[in-house]
């Protein structure tokens, strides 16, 4: 993260004598990237953080991978996946993969177990609903249309809160997810022509402490030798001594951390901008835009829909959340939908949507975008939610 937070009690000085009221003294742990190269965060525990009694394999939901096969532009309406509910880690239904990224949909309507992934980053999206993420740095509360970053390893758990069941699109990263180097100084502070800066930014305010021994918690980590066929990763149950939300304090840059697509400051111009200027977070390969209600292009003859476009080394991902998608208008496209548009294939506006857009100054859209630079492939639940006829809606 780009700036520094403490919260709770710490020492003056790092790595120096805290002691609990009984005398004994409190446990630091550094929690950090990159070993001790990037952001990091001290933690002061109660209880030794490595204190666990029992460990064994989990076995998670089956999960498989499939290619693009034939290649062509998918729809998925993630509603229709909707069920009965479930909890949002256990319960994601997984859509499209590659290795350097999962994304998944969840209606989740109970609270998650603890849960530690170990193979990378999380940034979920509340479509709808709202949600408390309890961590080790405390507690972060979330509602619709905020995106929330947990750390690699970040020991949490996810409880939807609110009158209805919690939506969420969940992004897991092989690696590190934070805003994108060119927003940032050389010192991490935001920068003028960044979209968002520090004051719209939520972190943990308090510290969470729960009492109790023998507490499992659930990890999902990184193995060579995963299983053919799935995703790459293994789980493991741990039980812990005592329960790992003991944290008394702590400090520094790297926490949990919440942002609303509502404070995304829209960049536009005299004809139309390329996703770029919708650039939220960069992950491992990837990249997550967010497309926001804003004035469009004022140029006398600007089309403010797209223009046809082939990435050539990209799949595009766009979940629509809000709003009215203009440029999809004719193909399907409904709130929670998924388009994936594959590299391979030229995509671009429905038939007659640039002439519709002459002339029309605002666009009440709202959707998040993930770009990947390698293929993605169909997972499990997005054969139960498909559109078999989107392909063909350009010949229409």
Request: charged share 20%; proline share 9%; hydrophobic share 35%.
């Amino acid at each position: 993260m780009p700036y520094y937070r403490r919260i709770g009690e710490v020492p003056r000085k790092r790595h120096t004598q805290f002691r609990q009221p009984d005398g004994s003294l409190y446990t630091e742990e550094l929690m950090g990237q990159e070993g001790f190269s990037s952001d990091s965060s001290l933690l002061y525990h109660r209880y030794a953080p490595t204190a666990i009694l029992a460990a064994e394999e989990f076995t998670p939901p089956a999960v498989t991978r499939l290619p693009n096969l034939p290649l062509k532009p998918r729809h998925l309406r993630t509603h229709k996946l909707d069920g009965t509910g479930a909890d949002p880690v256990l319960g994601r239904r997984y859509l499209l993969a590659n290795d350097d990224v999962r994304i998944a949909y969840v209606l989740a309507d109970r609270p998650s177990p603890l849960f530690r992934d170990a193979t990378g980053d999380q940034c979920l999206y509340v479509e709808a609903g709202a949600l408390r993420v309890e961590s080790t740095f405390g507690v972060l509360d979330a509602v619709a249309g905020d995106y929330v970053i947990i750390p690699t390893s970040t020991v949490h758990r996810l409880v939807p809160t609110g009158d209805s069941p919690a939506r969420l699109l969940a992004i897991e990263a092989s690696g590190h997810i934070g805003p994108p180097k060119r927003y940032l100084s050389v010192r991490g502070q935001f920068l003028e022509h960044s979209p968002y800066c520090e004051r719209d930014l939520r972190g943990p305010h308090t510290p969470l402490l729960v009492d109790g021994t023998e507490v499992e918690v659930l990890v999902r980590h990184r193995s060579r030798a995963a299983r053919p066929g799935g995703d790459g990763t293994v789980w493991t149950r741990h039980v812990f001594a005592h329960h790992p939300f003991d944290v008394v304090g702590w400090d520094g840059h790297l926490y949990p951390w919440a942002f609303s697509i509502h404070d995304f400051e829209p960049i536009t111009g005299r004809i139309h901008q390329p996703p770029p200027v919708h650039q939220t977070f960069q992950g491992p390969n990837f990249v997550i835009c967010s497309f926001v209600p804003r004035k469009v292009d004022y140029h006398p003859d600007a089309i403010p829909v797209p223009y046809h476009h082939h990435n050539v080394d990209s799949d595009e991902m766009l979940f629509y959340t809000g709003g009215n998608y203009e440029a999809r208008r004719g193909s399907g496209i409904e709130q929670g939908s998924i388009s994936l548009h594959p590299s391979g294939f030229t995509h671009g506006p429905q038939p007659g949507a640039a002439e519709r857009s002459i002339g029309v100054d605002f666009f009440d859209e709202l959707a998040v975008m993930v770009d990947t630079f390698r293929p993605l492939d169909l997972c499990d639940a997005a054969s139960h939610c498909e559109d078999p006829a989107y392909a063909w809606t350009w010949s229409r």
